[in-house]
């Protein structure tokens, strides 16, 4: 075994974490007032005085937090305004578009927000700028600029290495000097040769998102490069510039950059912004799917902008140098900016010709925006010889005519020291909020299934969805999809639709539904045949009898469950409850007696709340830890010498030795959800690695025994694939329509009442429960998962017994506790079984194996029966008063049979609860019966495959 001491295996690394988590940056929330429903913008007269009721001023904000500092760029907004604005006008999972989106500081703040960006400009500085503030960087995007900036920082200092190396270089380099007219009239010959060498060296690098983030702090040093006398000044000032210095600007630049961008990593975690560069005057508005130079029509739920204001700033001029060594051409952006006062002075027009073309501009955001949803512009007013024209009454008009409802303007008072770095005879000192909004409507939709085919049950529950989330009853049409009438602000619920995998309608562009985008990505391009019920964490770890995602959801949304609502599964198993509950904002609580379930379940959800960016950089090492892993005898010490010889009759010695040192490894990693996470990987693979049969639900063992097993292989694969889903979970996340809330798996036993409360479930603080309970007799989960109990949690066989016996359902008995019970069946003592059903199943079972020649499986199901059926008694009263009243309860269980006596005798499990549930007082609403498959194992053919949903209601 090596003798490296723990700490300082991974010290190094650690203190790397420590730093990063350090420069975690807080962006501050908006007072409680986000939106959480479409239906609150319907009243456009409340909305207006909730904006009315902000300070626009934000004059003692810190206005260049996280990356909005990233890069200078003239007359931008202050992220406040966007920022209040979004949260006020838009659902998460929305599309927020800034239609004259400049460096993207609109759409940082969409998506730290949680929403979707598009921002558009006809600046191509704007994307390069804005696509660089908005990135997350993965560990090897990282490394490889942090190598970059230290070859960079280490050259510049030799002036004798750099003059070689920009020697070799120069063939390579002339072709990427700019055709700037009189080039060497703004820039020193130093400047010129280390600018074309590092714009070689950026273009060379062959990772897009760290191409990106140099691509920006190179625009960011040109300027201190040339002669141009300041970020807002087009004049010349020669200075020397020594050999290296650029080098150096750009190194730091480049270095303050990376900085910044860190801290977005835990609030990005990977969403990213849409940036375009379009003439918005000119834009072509196409039905769907729009390209780099067009936009969708209907497809934008807020615009949020801030249009050039009349007769001021001349973006082409100040970034001038830039754009040419970007290779873009600023004289066309120049014949094309809206109210650049050079342009103006120029084509001698005033400020009809800025409202003309401003109509067009308006006449696209009427195009591209949704009924019911609302623009709001940050305009200022426009002076043109000497008369000063009020833009925001103007823009009101011009929009009136667009067809849009002008609800009001706002005005905001303008700081001195953050006023317009025009003249001062052109200086504004306020600005005015123009909201307007796009009139709500009737949409006629048509409600997209999904790919893959539904069973019948899923195609009653799609329809019992939308009825309960939209109040309407779909209907068919003749290929057999469904179509309804509903208020274009009720999109919002038909994004939560389960069943439903888009939505469509001549007036609404057509959007995938979240579920959509969880199980296949953006399904608009991305469409899978069948259906993933591994989407996200759930299928980091297999778990017999669970229930699938899908239907989980789909049960919440028949509950009517509000945004936050708290969900309990008192028998969570593995966690899919909590998960769906976790992946559509509610809070969910599971309860499991079983020790593996439970950390499984508790890793579906904690390793999602993981920093994305540090996340995948512990995985990342990881990785490349598994290529020492040994396979020494001696790493079977890992293990208490009281489970080793079991260890060893279901492990050959290789395997014990490989995961010896796995879980060794796994012991080192700081990060504790990491490190609980990569248990349950390895856990993942015991099957596969041990002599127990992989077909078999119980432990039997293989036909032909194991010698060595590829353990490296094995948890590389699966720790690579969960890699991928957890990277596309962050990307898709900008997608979600709720905050996510922390789930809380619980160790514990269902039966004991006052275990509620000591994890913090009151009494009436469950909104609902959803719960596949235990089947009678049906399943030996802790057999099942005998191995990876004794490897991860070293309890030996008299341990996993006692766990097995006191689950509810259990198969096991001792004859002692089956002789007491065999005697309450006997007297007629039913007292703790609130079904008459199950008390006659019992009866019935005691009588026909009573004295009948049965082995001792046979001869227990009778007593088993009892303490199954007294055990739900007592859960289901334990459960009915921490429901609220109103809230749903759902039970999702099947019947299966047993032979009495040579007679086969139906446990009917779902009636015997529909009893329990009525004598504590709930309503039983509905019994809906549901199919199930089996998969490819042993004993499959006595597996359930008829189940039904129990719903009842609290009175």
Request: aromatic share 8%.
């Amino acid at each position: 075994m090596s003798n490296a001491r723990p700490e300082a295996i991974d010290s190094e690394w650690y203190t790397t974490q420590l730093d990063l988590a350090g420069l975690v940056g807080v962006h501050e929330g908006d007072g409680g007032c986000e939106l959480t429903e479409l239906s609150a913008l319907e009243n456009s007269e409340a909305v207006l005085a909730g904006l009315q009721e902000i300070d626009w001023s934000f004059t003692d904000d810190e206005t260049s937090y996280l990356s909005h500092d990233l890069h200078p760029y003239p007359g931008k907004f202050i992220p406040q305004i966007p920022h209040h604005l979004i949260a006020r006008l838009s659902l998460r999972g929305e599309l927020v578009w800034d239609s004259f989106g400049g460096c993207g500081t609109a759409a940082l703040e969409a998506v730290l927000m949680g929403r979707r960006a598009l921002s558009t400009d006809i600046n191509p500085l704007g994307m390069v700028i804005g696509e660089a503030k908005t990135l997350t960087l993965t560990k090897e995007d990282d490394d490889l600029l942090c190598d970059m900036a230290e070859q960079l920082v280490l050259l510049s200092a030799s002036e004798e290495r750099l003059e070689c190396e920009l020697g070799c270089r120069r063939s390579d380099d002339e072709g990427l000097i700019p055709d700037i007219p009189n080039i060497n009239e703004w820039f020193h010959k130093n400047a010129i040769t280390e600018l074309a060498y590092l714009r070689w060296r950026i273009e060379r690098l062959d990772r897009e998102k760290a191409r990106k983030l140099a691509k920006a702090s190179f625009s960011k040093s040109i300027l201190k490069a040339s002669y141009q006398d300041g970020e807002t000044r087009y004049a010349r000032k020669p200075r020397d510039v020594q050999r290296g210095e650029v080098t150096r600007w750009f190194a730091t630049n480049l270095s303050m950059a990376l900085k910044k961008v860190r801290k977005l990593g835990p609030l990005l975690q990977f969403r990213e912004a849409t940036f375009k560069t379009l003439d918005l005057c000119h834009a072509q508005v196409v039905v769907e799917n729009a390209g780099a130079e067009t936009l969708t029509a209907n497809s934008v739920d807020l615009i949020v902008t801030s249009p050039p204001y009349p007769n001021t700033t001349d973006y082409h001029l100040y970034h001038r140098f830039r754009l040419f060594w970007l290779g873009y051409d600023p004289r066309d952006l120049g014949n094309k900016e809206i109210g650049s006062h050079l342009r103006h002075q120029k084509e001698a027009n005033g400020f009809d010709f800025y409202l003309k073309e401003m109509s067009l501009c308006l006449e696209r955001m009427r195009q591209v925006l949704r009924p019911g949803r609302y623009v709001v512009l940050v305009l200022g007013d426009g002076i043109f010889g000497g008369k000063t024209y009020n833009t925001a009454l103007h823009i009101g008009e011009a929009a009136r005519r667009e067809g849009f409802e002008v609800i009001g303007i706002l005005d905001r008072a303008v700081h001195r020291t953050r006023r317009s770095f025009i003249s001062a005879a052109r200086r504004l000192k306020s600005e005015n909020l123009l909201v307007l909004r796009k009139p709500s409507s009737k949409v006629a939709l048509t409600l997209l299934k999904p790919p893959y085919k539904l069973w019948p049950y899923e195609e009653e529950l799609r329809e019992r969805e939308i009825n309960a989330l939209l109040g309407v009853t779909p209907r068919k049409d003749k290929e057999g999809g469904l179509r309804i009438s509903t208020d274009a602000l009720c999109l919002d619920k038909v994004r939560k639709l389960t069943f439903t995998h888009g939505f469509a309608a001549p007036d609404v562009s057509r959007e995938a539904t979240w579920q959509a985008i969880l199980e296949n990505g953006d399904a608009s391009t991305v469409r899978s045949q069948r259906k993933d019920p591994k989407y996200a964490t759930h299928g980091i770890h297999a778990y017999k009898g669970k229930f699938y995602p899908q239907l989980a959801k789909s049960l919440f949304s028949l509950a009517g469950l509000r945004p936050g609502a708290r969900v309990l599964d008192p028998f969570c198993g593995s966690g899919t409850v909590l998960l769906e509950s976790y992946l559509n904002g509610f809070q969910g609580f599971g309860v499991d007696l079983n020790v593996l379930a439970v950390k499984v379940a508790s890793v579906k959800t904690q390793i999602l709340n993981v920093d994305p960016y540090l996340r995948d950089r512990f995985l990342s090492r990881f990785e490349d830890r598994l290529e020492g892993m040994e396979a020494s005898s001696e790493w079977h010490s890992v293990f208490s010498e009281d489970v080793k010889e079991e260890l060893l009759s279901w492990f050959p010695g290789p395997v014990l030795a490989k995961l010896g040192w796995l879980l060794h490894t796994i012991e080192q990693v700081s990060e504790p959800r990491i490190r609980e996470f990569l248990e349950v990987i390895t856990s993942s693979i015991v099957r596969d690695v041990s002599q127990q049969d992989p077909r078999d639900l119980r432990i039997r063992r293989r036909a032909e025994p194991l010698s060595d097993a590829p353990v490296y292989e094995l948890v590389k694969e699966r720790l690579h694939e969960q890699r991928i889903r957890l990277q596309h979970f962050s990307e898709r996340s900008k997608y979600a329509p709720l905050p996510f809330y922390p789930a809380t798996a619980m160790l514990g036993d269902c039966r004991n009442a006052s275990m509620f409360a000591e994890n913090g479930i009151e009494k009436g603080s469950v909104d609902s429960i959803v719960t596949s309970p235990p089947y009678a007799t049906a399943l030996p989960y802790i057999d099942t998962d005998r191995l990876s109990i004794l490897l991860l949690f070293g309890m030996n066989s008299r341990e996993r017994s006692a766990l097995e016996s006191s689950l509810i359902g259990s198969r096991e008995i001792t004859k002692k506790k089956k002789s007491g019970v065999d005697e309450r069946i006997d007297i007629g003592d039913f007292a703790a079984i609130q079904s008459s059903v199950a008390r006659d199943i019992v009866e019935e079972v005691r009588e026909r194996n009573k004295g009948a020649d049965v082995g001792f499986r046979r001869d227990n199901t009778a007593a088993l029966l009892y303490l199954y059926f007294q055990d739900m008694s007592i859960v289901m009263q334990n459960l009915n008063p921490l429901l609220r009243s109103g809230g749903a309860a759902f039970f999702v269980i099947g019947d299966n049979r047993t032979t009495a006596g040579g007679k086969e005798v139906k446990i009917a499990s779902g009636r015997a609860l529909q009893e329990i549930g009525a004598a504590i007082g709930w309503e039983l609403i509905d019994v809906i019966p549901i199919t199930v498959t089996t998969e490819n194992r042993l004993h499959a053919k006595n597996s359930i495959t008829v189940n039904e949903i129990i719903r009842f209601r609290k009175v």
